[in-house]
């Protein structure tokens, strides 16, 4: 049975077990902004949606109440969550934090095995630690066992040649522009294999 939501409003269940309800905000307009942020014609969209054009246009138009299967089909389509179409654009709390670093003028940070460049230093309470890193060693025997910690990492090979080596899966060489994200609790160690050190960008999730 196909269950149609009354008028334009949602209700989204929390951790909890009980239920809020969405601001109400007009679903057409809503749709036609997202489908327009992503430069998409009513029949890229509907194309994406697995909808006919007709359909999202009277969406759109406010001449239809869709049904909570055409609600799923427009949100896998705009690849986001359904309760996301109900959800205003949170453009009251955009915090407009920005931090440059020029070449050069990140906080340096030596080991035995990196020389790490710590990025956007002047942000504090960061979801993110980004830096750039110059990877010394040669081989994993230089390391005291596996680097491991909190959060997912991701890795990009700026410059020379690395070995990515990893508690779970089989060594990885990887040149420039290759790039990896993966669990950092999981044991991983980098080292170059290029005959100079290689460079690499590292983005560490902090949250």
Do not use: C
């Not at 951790?15 to 992503?38: C, H, S, T």
């Not at 406010?62 to 690849?79: C, F, I, N």
């Not at 934090?97 to 990140?106: S, Y």
């Amino acid at each position: 049975m196909k269950e149609t939501l009354p008028g334009n409003l949602i209700r989204i269940s929390r951790q909890d077990g009980a239920e809020e309800q969405a601001e109400p905000l007009n679903l057409g307009e809503r749709v036609r902004e997202l489908r327009k942020a992503r430069g998409w014609t009513l029949e890229q969209a509907a194309t994406q949606a697995g909808l006919a054009r007709s359909t999202l246009s009277k969406i759109e138009n406010g001449q239809m109440s869709p049904t909570y299967e055409a609600l799923k089909k427009l949100a896998v389509g705009l690849q986001i969550s359904v309760p996301q179409l109900f959800t205003p654009p949170q453009r009251d709390q955009i915090s407009g934090r920005l931090a440059v670093t020029k070449a050069g003028d990140g906080t340096q940070h030596a080991t035995t095995t990196y020389e790490h460049e710590l990025l956007g230093e002047a942000l504090s309470k960061k979801r993110m630690l980004p830096y750039r890193a110059r990877i010394r060693a040669r081989s994993v025997e230089e390391f005291d066992g596996w680097v491991r910690h909190d959060g997912e990492e991701f890795l990009y090979v700026l410059t020379g040649v690395v070995r990515l080596f990893t508690e779970f899966y089989e060594p990885i060489e990887m040149r420039r522009g290759d790039s990896a994200y993966y669990d950092a609790t999981m044991g991983h160690n980098v080292v170059s294999v290029s005959d100079e050190d290689a460079t690499i960008l590292w983005v560490t999730s902090l949250a």
